[in-house]
């Protein structure tokens, strides 16, 4: 394993234990979901040159307009929750309530 391919699993598996850890503000779970996403893309935008593939693949311009939404749609419901709540803490989030 190169130290290329270490340095990405390292980004997604240190992104994923931190949302799965750490989930007290909005903020933070949304950072750690923009780095694992960011892992993602990085790892697929190589993996051609890696391959020597003739073509690149568009499958990390998806994933970069799927993560583009994702932050705003997460922003909004940042501005959203502390707009309503006072803050951006999860465990004042509640489905129920809504």
Wanted: glycine residues 4%; charged residues 5%; negative net charge.
């Amino acid at each position: 394993m190169s130290i290329l391919h270490l340095s990405f699993y390292s980004a997604f598996t240190l992104s994923s234990l931190g949302l799965a850890f750490h989930r007290t503000h909005l903020i933070s779970a949304l950072l750690c979901l923009e780095s694992i996403i960011l892992s993602i893309y990085i790892a697929l935008s190589i993996w051609p040159v890696e391959n020597q593939a003739t073509s690149p693949t568009l499958i990390p311009i998806f994933i970069l307009t799927f993560s583009a939404c994702e932050a705003g749609t997460g922003l909004a419901m940042l501005v959203a929750s502390t707009r309503t709540h006072g803050s951006d803490h999860l465990h004042n989030l509640n489905l129920l309530q809504c």
